[in-house]
């Protein structure tokens, strides 16, 4: 797949090297501009977050409130009633609690009583736009005003960044090493959970809004912007490549499995990547709305894809595995 790189050298802001193999391009970057942030779309049919918890229950939040589906027939199993309705961000905890990130506070719900708790209420932000949990179980919380970390237990702040570079932690990771990966509206940076300390910022993406975080089997970091997909490798703190099938293309939602697949989810389209050569091997059709705004795996299987519009999944099992890009259709489960 050929690459212009005079129109993405301008688009990007960015000095490349002229390097690249199948639909992934190799770049060393220096960053020159920093684009305006994204301005989101409202929409009350938006699938906002997935999850697919332990006991293989999927958790669906909108921007109408949170639902419990059956993750193999996608049957749903209860509304949630929380405060606030929009959700913005899931995480299932390793004691199976479940915390519901929302534009107006954190809530905690337990499994068994179903009861729901308003968790720290001296957040730096009461918009609530990430959750991940670290290897010592404690919980952070990304926030439009920075970071905290919490007890998942009393809720108390044991560390608080409210000045991160680029402010808004729009999307965490923690990698195999337990670092914790934030992407914010300034980039792409590595945060020591322990001590609560940045690490590192990687280059190739300052000056760029990082949207969506993943980790692929090789434990690789993979980062969605407003302009591309672009591969980091968490040991060297450097991107190495970016996708060039979806260059100039606003990244809202990733996710990879054990098969080595990477599923790219834009405002436009939903494929399916090589994660070795960056070749686009499936493009989803009859999804509830062609934007892409999160996705989950139940096991490796089945996809779940929330879009502007309902959610629809996708079984990938059988996929060719050459680069043909091949046309799959998804089933729709579900309209606000």
């Avoid at 690459?3 to 199948?22: D, E, M, P």
């Avoid at 195999?176 to 280059?203: C, E, S, Y």
């Avoid at 070795?276 to 059709?285: E, M, R, W």
């Avoid at 999944?313 to 043909?324: H, I, S, V, Y």
């Amino acid at each position: 797949m050929s690459v212009r790189w005079s129109s993405l050298q301008t688009l990007l802001g960015i000095t490349l090297s002229a390097c690249c193999w199948g639909g992934l391009a190799i770049a060393q970057t220096v960053p020159q501009i920093s684009p305006q942030p994204r301005v989101p779309r409202a929409a009350e049919q938006r699938i906002s977050s997935l999850l697919v918890d332990s006991h293989q229950r999927l958790w669906v939040g909108t921007w109408k409130g949170l639902l419990q589906l059956d993750a193999h027939s996608g049957r749903i199993i209860r509304t949630v009633t929380l405060p606030h309705p929009v959700v913005t961000a899931l995480l299932e905890d390793r004691h199976g609690y479940l915390w519901v990130g929302t534009s107006l506070g954190l809530f905690q719900i337990q499994p068994h009583t179903q009861k729901i708790t308003r968790v720290a209420l001296n957040l730096p932000s009461s918009r609530v736009l990430s959750l991940a949990e670290d290897r010592a179980g404690m919980v952070w919380v990304g926030t439009e005003q920075g970071l905290v970390r919490l007890s998942p237990y009393t809720g108390e702040v044991f560390a608080r960044l409210p000045n991160i570079p680029g402010i808004a932690a729009n999307a965490l990771q923690i990698d195999n090493h337990g670092q914790l990966w934030v992407g914010t509206l300034d980039g792409l940076f590595k945060l020591n959970p322990g001590i609560a300390k940045i690490t590192a910022r990687i280059p190739f993406v300052s000056g760029q809004v990082v949207q969506t975080l993943t980790l692929d089997p090789a434990g690789r970091i993979w980062a969605g912007t407003p302009r591309n997909v672009i591969l980091v490798d968490p040991q060297k703190n450097t991107a190495i490549a970016r996708v060039n099938g979806v260059t100039n293309e606003d990244i809202l939602a990733l996710a990879s499995n054990r098969a080595n697949e990477l599923w790219i989810g834009t405002a436009t389209q939903l494929v399916r990547v090589n994660s070795n050569s960056g070749g686009i091997q499936t493009a989803v059709l009859n999804l509830p709305s062609s934007t892409i705004t999160s996705l989950s795996f139940a096991g490796d299987r089945t996809l779940w894809i929330g879009t502007m519009n309902g959610l629809a999944r996708f079984d990938n099992a059988g996929l060719e595995k050459f680069e043909n890009r091949e046309q799959k259709r998804a089933t729709v489960v579900y309209r606000p």
